[in-house]
């Protein structure tokens, strides 16, 4: 049977989504110093530093525990409020999401692939989303971000929804 010890664990994590600072590159990982040796070695081959304003920007982040409290609770009823309005949309499967700030639905009752759903969602209903296809094992399934207001949320929904009832 394997121990889970600290000699044993990696913990990788970022600042991505945690302070909504996607795209950044913007992370740490800590475990056994035998590799972190390795991935210090790694990472200096692969990239000099991180960007000096990122640093500055981290360390704020880093200080605002209350503010993530509220910014969790934020994405967590933003997330539910999706989901729930996309239940209401016909030919869209959408399980609920554990993590992340996006929902991936499963469109195929809607006849389409996930290339034309976007593009008739975006031509059609205003609403712009991205084809599942565009990541590996993606076919059929579209990407939908709640990362925006619970207004822009119930708007897209509203537009999703009249364009494949119309």
């Not at 950044?24 to 056994?32: A, D, K, N, S, V």
């Not at 939908?144 to 929804?161: A, H, M, N």
């Amino acid at each position: 049977m394997l121990s889970f010890t600290k000699e044993r664990t990696l913990t990788i994590g970022g600042w991505s989504k945690i302070w909504a600072m996607t795209g950044w590159r913007l992370g740490w990982i800590t475990g056994p110093s035998h590799v972190m040796e390795g991935v210090k070695t790694c990472q200096a081959s692969a990239a000099s530093h991180v960007p000096t304003f990122l640093m500055g920007a981290g360390a704020v982040a880093l200080g605002m525990e209350t503010d993530r409290i509220s910014f969790f609770e934020s994405f967590a009823e933003r997330r539910d409020v999706f989901h729930s309005l996309l239940q209401e949309i016909p030919g869209i499967n959408a399980p609920k999401p554990e993590g992340a700030f996006y929902i991936l639905a499963d469109i195929t009752a809607t006849g389409m692939d996930d290339i034309e759903f976007a593009t008739r969602a975006l031509e059609e209903a205003g609403v712009q989303l991205v084809p599942g296809s565009l990541m590996p094992g993606g076919e059929g399934l579209v990407r939908l971000s709640y990362g925006t207001s619970l207004d822009q949320i119930r708007e897209g929904c509203k537009r999703l929804k009249n364009w494949l009832e119309g």
